[in-house]
């Protein structure tokens, strides 16, 4: 890498040079951090201050030579507030589309833009509140709740009558569906442990189906879950030996990709039902 830069804004970035080619992102970082230590480097980089060519991306991408890598400071953002679609409303409850790379709630310290936030001013004439939220880099539906009694409804509802559709990509084959059915362990803020034991609730498992085979060894599956444990997903796929593409925490980091492959399509529920398609690149792995 050549030596770093820094803008008006106090922003750094590097640009890979030919000794950097292939090499993986959160060592690359080293450049600019050289007494950070790897833990630290992949912090940042998950938390969306490290951008590859103006994006977010995951700790195991392979950086190219001529990239940029940006490391902007903790109180600046990636841009402006991504604008946020509507994908239905009704009286009482409405699903957005979160892309990837967004909050969907505060962060303490933080100022960058997220859905929450936003809400106020998406839908001026109402009392909106966040239902659900997804993880930074997961892309999809999140449920909005138009009045307090919207809430207390949805709140109300059995768990298992609240379906969420996901669609991921993983490494490895799958010809047949799976229930993980698993225990977890959330206790750690950064990352969910799969325990050995068998969790009797089914709305505590995860559901999986094989879609499509993909180039270079990947699968296209459709994931079910109920309650939503945070990462239950990303976990519970990974300890099935399936770990889903451009997964920085649960992905052994051995695959560039150009973000994580997670997006939350379809939320179903009594008298509502939303649906949005994934929109991300064609998935690819080195």
């Not at 600046?76 to 990837?100: C, D, E, H």
């Not at 929450?116 to 239902?131: G, H, S």
């Not at 990709?257 to 939350?264: F, G, I, N």
Request: aromatic letters at 6%; one cysteine or more.
């Amino acid at each position: 890498m050549d030596t770093q830069h820094k803008d008006a804004h106090a922003a750094q970035y590097v640009v890979v040079d030919q000794g950097r080619h292939a090499q993986r992102l959160d060592k690359a970082l080293g450049q600019l951090l050289p007494e950070a230590s790897l833990r630290l480097r992949r912090r940042l980089i998950e938390s969306g201050r490290v951008l590859v060519q103006g994006r977010p991306a995951a700790s195991g991408l392979k950086v190219l030579q001529g990239q940029r890598i940006d490391l902007l400071p903790a109180e600046v953002f990636a841009g402006p507030a991504p604008k946020l679609r509507i994908v239905k409303r009704t009286m009482s409850f409405a699903a957005l589309l979160k892309p990837a790379g967004m909050h969907s709630a505060a962060i303490s310290g933080r100022t960058e833009p997220c859905v929450e936030a936003l809400l106020p001013e998406l839908f001026p004439d109402a009392q909106p509140v966040l239902l659900n939220r997804l993880d930074y880099l997961t892309s999809g539906l999140l449920l909005v709740a138009l009045k307090p009694t919207a809430v207390k409804d949805y709140m109300a509802l059995d768990a298992l009558k609240v379906v969420k559709e996901y669609v991921a990509v993983v490494l490895g084959a799958l010809d047949e569906p799976l229930e993980l059915r698993r225990s977890l362990d959330a206790e750690d803020r950064k990352r969910t442990r799969v325990l050995a034991r068998l969790d009797s609730d089914p709305k505590n498992w995860t559901y999986v189906w094989p879609e499509a085979e993909l180039p270079g060894g990947l699968t296209r599956v459709r994931v079910q879950i109920y309650t939503g444990a945070r990462h239950q997903i990303r976990a519970h796929l990974a300890a099935a030996m399936l770990p889903i593409l451009g997964d920085p925490l649960y992905g052994e980091g051995n695959a560039r990709a150009a973000r994580l492959y997670l997006h939350h399509r379809r939320i179903v529920f009594p008298r509502f039902e939303a649906e949005a398609a994934a929109d991300w690149p064609e998935p690819s792995i080195i």
